[in-house]
């Protein structure tokens, strides 16, 4: 695993410049500095899925930051008129990204994981990913197929993504305990010992 920081869209990245890669907490505002930046990927705040939440994503893609992942927050949509808002963003955004070679994923709410990924099939949604946090916790298994990325903090447990062989980025907010971190997970780059 390799642990990178997570770090608001509008503050100077100037800090940061030397990470191989940066993943951006999208708040609206960008700072100018985040111009040619190796922007792995852009997480967008906890929103309502509607029509707001599609034209904060359209704002964070025309940044072109050139991202490999759309982290966006999800829960269970519940009901028949969320779950018709949930499935049509989601297509539109889809849609948008189609070709660009950004990818979509969620960042399920506490429990949510295995409804989602129900509907998700329900839906043909095979190219939306996950990204895990501590409030998937055991839910882990069942996106461990799709699982595009990560965030932690110092302290979480991430010995179900080393035990899935997950090597890549952990995003960490403001990179607080990046070296922690590291040092608590060290990279192993083969499992088991052998090759």
């Not at 990470?19 to 309502?48: D, M, R, T, Y």
């Not at 779950?83 to 969620?106: D, M, Y």
């Not at 709410?109 to 998700?120: D, H, I, K, Q, S």
């Not at 501590?134 to 197929?145: E, T």
Request: glycine share 10%; proline share 9%; net charge negative.
């Amino acid at each position: 695993m390799r642990f990178v920081p997570l770090v608001p869209s509008e503050i100077d990245p100037g800090a940061h410049k030397p990470f191989q890669a940066i993943e951006l907490a999208w708040n609206g505002p960008l700072h100018p500095g985040w111009s040619g930046l190796p922007v792995h990927a852009i997480h967008l705040p906890a929103a309502p899925w509607d029509e707001a939440l599609g034209v904060t994503a359209l704002a964070a893609l025309r940044a072109r930051l050139e991202p490999d992942f759309l982290v966006l927050a999800a829960d269970d949509p519940e009901s028949r008129m969320d779950l018709s808002r949930f499935l049509g963003v989601l297509e539109g955004l889809l849609e948008v990204t189609h070709g660009t070679g950004v990818k979509l994923a969620l960042r399920p709410a506490p429990g949510a994981a295995p409804a989602l990924v129900r509907r998700l099939r329900e839906a043909r949604g095979e190219a939306v990913g996950f990204c895990w946090d501590r409030a998937v916790g055991a839910d882990l298994d069942c996106i461990s197929d799709r699982l595009f990325c990560a965030v932690a903090e110092p302290g979480d447990d991430l010995g179900g993504l080393r035990d899935l062989g997950y090597r890549w980025n952990v995003a960490v907010p403001m990179g607080v305990g990046l070296e922690d971190l590291a040092r608590a997970w060290p990279e192993a780059l083969f499992r088991g010992g052998a090759l």
